[in-house]
């Protein structure tokens, strides 16, 4: 189960399939106390203990530009009021799922991490 008041609209979360009973990564766009809205569901609400965060793994942060450097993971975010135009944010090892990622990523920056799954 996922917390909800640790979920921003546009975060990903799993849910489980009722067919085929994979897991499918869905990005929220309602939030709800007990429950939230996923695309592709056709806006029916979700019942939150149906939602599962999806843990950061080193494909996941692989596939959305973050480098391994020293052991630790990077991301270049671009800032003009920076010297050389970027800085690096190291990614930390108390953030454990996708949608803390994406929540920091936003604070930091005001900005949408563009997410590839």
């Known amino acids: 189960m996922i917390d ?3 979920l921003r609209l546009g975060n990903y979360v799993y849910k489980t399939d009722d067919q085929t009973q994979q897991k499918v990564a869905k990005q929220v766009f309602m939030i ?3 429950y939230v809205s996923l695309e592709k569901q056709n806006g029916n ?6 939602v599962e965060p999806i843990p950061l793994c080193h494909d ?3 596939k959305n530009s973050f480098n391994l450097i020293d052991g630790r993971f990077f991301s270049r975010i671009v800032m003009n009021s920076a010297p050389n135009g970027y800085i ?3 990614v930390e090892a108390k ?3 996708l949608h803390q990622l994406q929540n920091l990523y936003f604070d930091l920056t005001g900005k949408e991490l563009k ?3």
């Open 4 to 6: 909800v008041n640790g």
């Open 32 to 34: 709800q106390p007990s």
């Open 45 to 50: 609400p979700c019942d939150i203990h149906l």
């Open 60 to 62: 996941l942060l692989y």
């Open 88 to 90: 690096e944010i190291p």
């Open 95 to 97: 953030i454990k799922y």
């Open 115 to 117: 997410v590839n799954l």
